[in-house]
């Protein structure tokens, strides 16, 4: 009896010592539990305004425009007078996206509201099957929508905070999908000596899911007869399949903006942003840009810009892609998350006229181009 025990003792012993490195390798499998492409409705992340672009999404503690209807919903409440813009690029695979904001500021300045549309999508593309690779001879368009309103308010001359509510319809080929989300931000500003700095906490995209249907789901179904029953071809019944719900792209980011000269009409600022998605990695970026408002007297102001974004998720050295080496797959650490752009706008009186241009690298994707024009009275 007392072997027995011995040896029972040895054994769990044995199994315990055994089991840590398993444990330890299934939580280390555990670890990474990133949600890759387990959302949907990624137009929602794809930006506002070349100026935004230019900046990366360090740009929320800075954004007092019309653009602050995207990036803090905050930074609304600081929009010196009514405003509109229509931004629009060429991204990739031939698809477009486009955005159009107006904001108004109300009680001599204290609060704002403002509306603003973006859709993303590309039409008539020819559909391939496996029985038919050279195409159907059909067709079928993508066409992502959202709808946004947005009020910002002034608590106190360092402290305003903002949210949204916008609406989203997501319709692919025949299928169609719609959700709600809600966006929030906060914006804290003061000054270290003269210099002004700003703070932003931003919440995008908390909401219901996008859950499809339409007759895209539609599939014939043939009932399989019970044992013992002759197998006699059925017609297949019509029916409709059940598509599951995805969760939309929330995301969380702390953004900061310091001024590092402010002298006169030339301004340099420094931004730097903190990001967390639900569906990847947490990223970083940076970014400066340059001002110089109503140069000589001539109503005109310039302004240059760029930033670098690190993301994480895009390092896939150590996955073999058949030959294509990291440089090639992720772009190499110089141009890959890189972005620059510029603007230029005329002001007179309570009026003003802009325009802005940026440039993104997207790495193996290529490069983007974002126009933005922008109008305030």
Not at 50 to 69: F, I, K, M
């Amino acid at each position: 009896m007392t072997k027995l025990l011995s040896r029972g003792l040895c054994a769990i012993g044995l199994a315990a010592v055994l089991a840590g490195p398993a444990a330890a390798q299934v939580t280390a499998i555990r670890n990474d539990n990133t949600a890759y492409g387990g959302t949907s409705g990624e137009f929602l992340l794809l930006g506002a305004g070349a100026r935004g672009a230019a900046l990366g999404g360090a740009y929320a503690a800075l954004a007092t425009d019309v653009t602050s209807l995207y990036y803090n919903p905050a930074g609304l409440a600081q929009l010196a007078r009514p405003g509109a813009m229509v931004s629009t690029y060429s991204y990739v695979a031939d698809t477009r996206y486009s955005w159009v904001g107006i904001g108004f500021p109300l009680a001599g300045g204290a609060r704002a509201v403002g509306l603003s549309l973006g859709t993303f999508g590309f039409s008539d593309q020819p559909v391939y099957t496996v029985d038919q690779p050279d195409g159907t001879g059909q067709t079928y368009s993508v066409a992502e929508t959202f709808v946004q309103a947005t009020y910002g308010q002034n608590f106190s001359d360092r402290f305003s905070a903002g949210f949204s509510v916008k609406f989203i319809n997501d319709k692919l080929a025949d299928t169609r999908a719609g959700a709600f989300a809600v966006d929030f931000g906060t914006n804290f500003h003061a000054t270290i000596g003269e210099r002004p700095i700003r703070a932003a906490f931003v919440l995008q995209n908390l909401g219901s899911q996008l859950r499809h249907d339409g007759p895209g789901l539609d599939a014939g179904v043939s009932r399989t007869p019970p044992l013992g029953t002759p197998d006699v071809p059925q017609e297949p019944q019509p029916a409709r399949l059940r598509a599951s719900g995805w969760d939309l792209p929330v995301l969380f980011r702390v953004s900061v903006a310091l001024d590092l000269f402010n002298r006169g009409a030339n301004r340099i600022t420094l931004l730097s942003e903190f990001d967390q998605p639900n569906n990847n990695k947490p990223g970083a970026g940076a970014g400066l840009e340059w001002a110089g408002t109503n140069l000589g007297n001539s109503g005109f102001s310039l302004a240059g810009r760029g930033s670098y974004t690190i993301q994480p998720a895009n390092n896939i050295s150590d996955i073999d892609l058949q030959g294509i080496t990291t440089s090639q797959s992720s772009g190499s650490f110089t141009s890959y998350g890189l972005a620059v752009g510029g603007g230029i706008s005329y002001g007179k009186g309570d009026f003003k006229l802009g325009f802005d241009y940026a440039w993104r690298d997207l790495g193996l994707l290529g490069g983007t181009n974002y126009l933005s024009f922008s109008v305030g009275w």
